[in-house]
T-cell receptor, first 115, second 113 residues
């Protein structure tokens, strides 16, 4: 069964450093998403991406964040200068079409720890 | 309250009992989805109910949706210890560019032997 994969599973970084979180969505999916979950809190939407551009982003997704689909398979989230409050689980998701509603398939997540 | 608030926040039941979780939301939606998350793991899609549907079943799961009350419920029948997890409702409002999920605060379900 196809699945979304994410690497690394855990990333530890120093405050101010850049990190790139990587995701491989399901191959025939067209819509890609990043969400994050701070420990003990609910899952929050960061950004959605379609047709090689951002289709929607939340207020969390400021200038420190960027996304890219560098090739036909990877989807990355870059945090330019990490802050302590960026520590969270980051989940990538993908879906085929929005249509009248769609299931999003989530990866296992990357735990980002900013020291 | 925020979009997608579940209650109860925590629920502890015995194996074999039914578990009911409720979700309320504030804005109009295209569909509502329920996800499960085992501790420290990713989210697993359970079931989707569209705004024009009132009830849906999938195995031991039963979901209802009342758009007039902006609420949904998830019923897990004959619960098992393996059902222990956090359960989240997530609403979708179609924006045309890809549907973002707006998650609730979640219900932590513990099923004891």
């Amino acid at each position: 069964e196809p699945e979304v994969t994410q690497t690394p599973s855990h990333q530890v970084t120093q405050m101010g450093q850049e990190v790139i979180l990587r995701c491989v969505p399901i191959s025939n999916h067209l819509y890609f998403y990043w969400y994050r979950q701070i420990l003990g809190q609910k899952v929050e939407f960061l950004v959605s991406f379609y047709n090689n551009e951002i289709s929607e982003k939340s207020e969390i997704f400021d200038d420190q964040f960027s996304v890219e689909r560098p090739d036909g398979s990877n989807f990355t989230l870059k945090i330019r200068s990490t802050k302590l409050e960026d520590s969270a689980m980051y989940f990538c998701a993908s879906s085929d079409t929005p249509g009248t509603g769609n299931e999003q398939f989530f990866g296992p997540g990357t735990r980002l720890t900013v020291l | 309250s925020q979009q997608g608030e579940e209650d109860p926040q925590a629920l502890s039941i015995q194996e074999g009992e039914n578990a009911t979780m409720n979700c309320s939301y504030k804005t109009s939606i295209n569909n509502l989805q329920w996800y499960r998350q085992n501790s420290g793991r990713g989210l697993v899609h359970l079931i989707l109910i569209r705004s024009n549907e009132r009830e849906k079943h999938s195995g031991r799961l039963r979901v209802t949706l009342d758009t007039s009350k902006k609420s949904s419920s998830l019923l897990i029948t004959a619960s098992r210890a393996a059902d222990t997890a956090s359960y989240f409702c997530a609403t979708v409002s179609f924006t045309g560019g890809g549907n973002k999920l707006t998650f609730g605060t979640g219900t932590q379900l513990k099923v004891e032997l």
